[in-house]
C-alpha cells in the first residue's frame, strides 16, 4: 500500500519568513495530493490540494509543488502570520488506494510574533 | 451549508463495552470514511463507503472494528469489547465521489476507553 513520509515534524519560523514542508510518497499511481491543516483540538481542515497532471498551484499566500517523478510534493507558506500556527498534514490517494488517504505524520508548525 | 457532523463528541467508556459512533456527512456526498487518530500522530483510515458498491474495510484494525452506512447517508462505526488502545480521536470525512475526491472532516468523537 501507499507510504507518506513526511518532514520536518517541527518548524519553527518568524512571522514573515516562509515556511517549507515536504513530503515523499511511495505508490506511483498516486493522483492526488491534499494538505490539511489542524489547529488544537480542531478537525483538519483542506488547505490546497494538487492533481498528478499539475506541477504546481498557488493560493493566495500558500503553494504546492508536485514532482512526479522524484515522487516528492511540498506545501510552501510565504509571508507567516501567527494564524499559521498548527498541525500541517499531507497525504495521498488514488491508484490502489484510489478513495482512501494516506496522511503524513504531521508538521508542527509554530509562527513567533 | 451544513457540513460533516458526528456524535457525541467526547465518549467514555469502561474497557469491555461496546460503542457506537455516528457520523452525518455533507448532503449529497456520496463518498464517506472513517479515519483515526491517535495522541499525537497522524490519521490512520479506517473504512471507506462509495454510494451502494462494497466498503473497502482494509484500515479495520481487528474484527471488533465494523461500520455500517444506512440509505447511503448516515454511518455508525461501532467498537465492541472495547480496549484502552482504542482509545483515540475517531474522525469522519465524505466527499462528492465520481471523481471529486476532496475529502471535508466532521470534528470527531472523542473515545476514552477506561
Known amino acids: 500500500g501507499e507510504n507518506v513520509e513526511q518532514h520536518p515534524s517541527t518548524l519553527s519560523v518568524q512571522e514573515g519568513d516562509s515556511a517549507v514542508i515536504k513530503c515523499t510518497y511511495s505508490?506511483?499511481?498516486?493522483?492526488?495530493f491534499p494538505w490539511y491543516k489542524q489547529e488544537l483540538g480542531k478537525r483538519p481542515q483542506l488547505i490546497i490540494d494538487?492533481?498528478?497532471?499539475?506541477g504546481e498551484k498557488k493560493d493566495q499566500r500558500i503553494a504546492v509543488t508536485l514532482n512526479k517523478t522524484a515522487k516528492h510534493f511540498s506545501l510552501h507558506i510565504t509571508e507567516t502570520q501567527p494564524e499559521d500556527s498548527a498541525v500541517y498534514f499531507c497525504?495521498?490517494?488514488?491508484?490502489?488506494?484510489?478513495?482512501?488517504?494516506?496522511f503524513g505524520q504531521g508538521t508542527i508548525l509554530t509562527v513567533h510574533p | 451549508g451544513a457540513g460533516v457532523s458526528q456524535s457525541p463528541s467526547n465518549k467514555v467508556t469502561e474497557k469491555g463495552k461496546d460503542v457506537e459512533l455516528r457520523c452525518d456527512p455533507i448532503?449529497?456526498?456520496?463518498?464517506l470514511y472513517w479515519y483515526r487518530q491517535s495522541l499525537g500522530q497522524g490519521l490512520e483510515f479506517l473504512i471507506y463507503?462509495?454510494?451502494?458498491?462494497?466498503?473497502?474495510k482494509s484500515g479495520l484494525p481487528s474484527d471488533r472494528f465494523s461500520a455500517e452506512r444506512t440509505g447511503g447517508s448516515v454511518s455508525t462505526l461501532t467498537i465492541q469489547r472495547t480496549q484502552q488502545e482504542d482509545s483515540a480521536v475517531y474522525l469522519c470525512?465524505?466527499?462528492?465521489?465520481?471523481?471529486?475526491?476532496?475529502?471535508?472532516f466532521g470534528p470527531g468523537t472523542r473515545l476514552t476507553v477506561t
Open positions: 470525512a465524505s466527499s462528492p465521489g465520481q471523481g471529486a475526491v476532496e475529502q471535508y
Open positions: 505508490d506511483s499511481a498516486s493522483n492526488y
Open positions: 494538487i492533481r498528478s497532471n499539475v
Open positions: 497525504a495521498a490517494a488514488g491508484g490502489t488506494s484510489y478513495g482512501k488517504l494516506t
Open positions: 448532503s449529497g456526498h456520496t463518498a
Open positions: 463507503f462509495q454510494g451502494n458498491s462494497a466498503p473497502d
